[in-house]
């Protein structure tokens, strides 16, 4: 079965670090680009950042630019997001997502169940 | 970067109705548009890619059109397990947008 399960989340305090996990299984993961897109509670989807199948590319909102890292480990099977400087506005569900082409920029077809970041005092 | 607009953003619609959302581009986007159905507290779920292309397993009553700056979606006929919000996505560029999602409510 095609999966990806987030992990890593959590309260942390403005100002904090926190690093999201991202585990892949049932497909050839280092083929694949990858994403994190996040949502506010009660509020739309927000794409975060974007990393190309061998790392050589890679794209971040400027909401969080200077902020955050996307990483991956192809042998590993996973996707990482390191957070910095953490600010309230970035409490959200964070989801993995996989681009569903191999060759360009596609849509996300797999999504993981998504992890909970919650950034208060 | 490009902005995607949806409308409505609320629709409210009777089981068999058929239903249309609108997405706007701020600029053109050829075809590259991805329509999401998320319910609540679930994983948004990919109906429609490259505008028109209905994405495996998706049933035929979900359908896209549209290229450069308008798209829609349509449900050709409203099922119960279709009350749900609704997202457009543009992949242009690297840089994903989003549109604000329009929800639809049984009337």
């Known amino acids: 079965e095609v999966q990806l399960v987030e992990s890593g989340g959590g309260l942390v305090q403005p100002g904090g670090s926190l690093r999201l996990s991202c585990a892949a299984s049932?497909?050839?993961?280092?083929?694949?680009?990858m994403n994190w897109v996040r949502q506010a509670p009660g509020k739309g989807l927000e794409w975060v950042s974007y990393?190309?199948?061998?790392?050589?590319?890679?794209y971040y909102a400027d909401s969080v630019k200077g902020r955050f890292t996307i990483s991956r480990d192809n042998a590993k099977n996973s996707l990482y997001l390191q957070m910095n400087s953490l600010r309230d506005e970035d409490t959200a569900v964070y989801y993995c997502?996989?681009?569903?082409?191999?060759?360009?920029?596609?849509?996300?077809?797999?999504w993981g169940q998504g992890t909970m970041v919650t950034v208060s005092s | 970067d490009i902005q995607m607009t949806q409308s409505p953003s609320t629709l409210s619609a009777s089981v068999g109705d058929r239903v249309t959302i609108t997405c706007r581009a701020s600029?053109?986007?050829?075809?590259?548009l991805a329509w999401y159905q998320q319910k609540p507290g679930k994983t948004p779920k990919l109906l429609i890619y490259?505008?028109?292309s209905l994405e495996s397993g998706v049933p035929s009553r979900f359908s896209g059109s549209g290229s450069g700056t308008e798209f829609t979606l349509t449900i050709s006929s409203l099922q119960p397990d279709d009350f749900a919000t609704y997202y457009c996505?543009?992949?242009?560029?690297?840089?994903?947008?989003f549109g604000q999602g329009t929800k639809v409510e049984i009337k």
């Open positions: 997502a996989r681009d569903r082409g191999v060759v360009v920029v596609d849509a996300f077809d797999i």
């Open positions: 490259k505008a028109s």
């Open positions: 990393i190309s199948s061998s790392s050589s590319s890679i």
């Open positions: 996505q543009q992949y242009n560029s690297y840089s994903r947008t």
């Open positions: 049932g497909f050839t993961f280092s083929s694949y680009s």
């Open positions: 600029q053109s986007i050829s075809s590259w």
